[in-house]
């Protein structure tokens, strides 16, 4: 089985930085993107960021020069630094991978359970 784990959310104020950690765990062969999306109250899951094996990173408009993905490929964990942050920037934030298992042929989508991220003051 594969496991995705989440670490790093809590509570912080206007301006203040972040950093989320996720490790991928479990019987993984290859790792074609890792990334993050978020869920605020009443709206639906958008993707904040998302690192490609072949080095590729797309962000999301809102997090554009404040958030950075990075990737240590030999632990499988995938990090996001978040810096000024803002109240909108609240949310569950869910870690996101798209992992080949050993033994097959094909990528499957998994997920975190998600850590909270309070902005406010």
């Known amino acids: 089985q594969v496991q995705l784990v989440e670490s790093g959310g809590g509570l912080v104020q206007p301006g203040g930085s972040l950093r989320l950690s996720c490790a991928a765990s479990g019987s993984i062969f290859s790792i074609n993107y890792m990334g993050w999306y978020r869920q605020a109250p009443g709206k639906e899951r958008d993707l904040v960021a998302r690192?490609?094996?072949?080095?590729?990173?797309n962000y999301a408009d809102s997090v554009k020069g404040r958030f950075t993905i990075s990737r240590d490929n030999a632990k499988n964990t995938v990090y996001l630094q978040m810096n000024s942050l803002k109240p909108e920037d609240t949310a569950v934030y869910y870690c996101?991978?798209?992992?080949?298992?050993?033994?097959?042929?094909?990528?499957?989508?998994?997920w975190g359970k998600g850590t909270l991220i309070t902005v406010s003051s």
């Open positions: 690192s490609f094996r072949d080095g590729s990173i």
């Open positions: 996101n991978a798209g992992i080949i298992k050993t033994g097959f042929n094909y990528g499957v989508d998994y």
